[in-house]
Nanobody
């Protein structure tokens, strides 16, 4: 049974940092491209970052480029999202997801399993 469990969310002041984790189980993590998405209240889900299976290729949304870093530890079946210089506009529920596509994808429709999400709130 596939499980993706996010953690690390919370309340942080603007300019602060957080690191999200996503622990995977029930599938071949090493063979899966992983992605991070977010959904703010009243808005559609949007792509944040994605990382290829071996961690060699990363892609970011323009809104987080230079502030967020996606990484993974295949030995721990975990992917991370390091977030810095946070602003209130980053407030959202953050989800990790997996795709079996060989190439990275920014399209949420390409991802077949999703975690339950972790809330990130940035105060001004």
């Amino acid at each position: 049974q596939v499980h993706l469990v996010e953690s690390g969310g919370g309340l942080v002041q603007a300019g602060g940092s957080l690191r999200l984790s996503c622990l995977a189980s029930g599938f071949n993590f090493n063979g899966s491209t992983m992605g991070w998405f977010r959904q703010a209240p009243g808005k559609e889900r949007e792509f944040v970052a994605t990382l290829s299976r071996a961690g060699g290729v990363a892609r970011y949304a323009d809104s987080v480029l230079g502030r967020f870093t996606v990484s993974r530890n295949n030995a721990k079946s975990t992917t991370y999202l390091q977030m810095s210089s946070l602003s209130p506009e980053d407030t959202a529920i953050y989800y990790c997801a997996r795709t079996t596509r060989k190439l990275t994808s920014t399209d949420g429709g390409d991802y077949d399993f999703w975690g339950q999400g972790t809330q990130v709130t940035v105060s001004s």
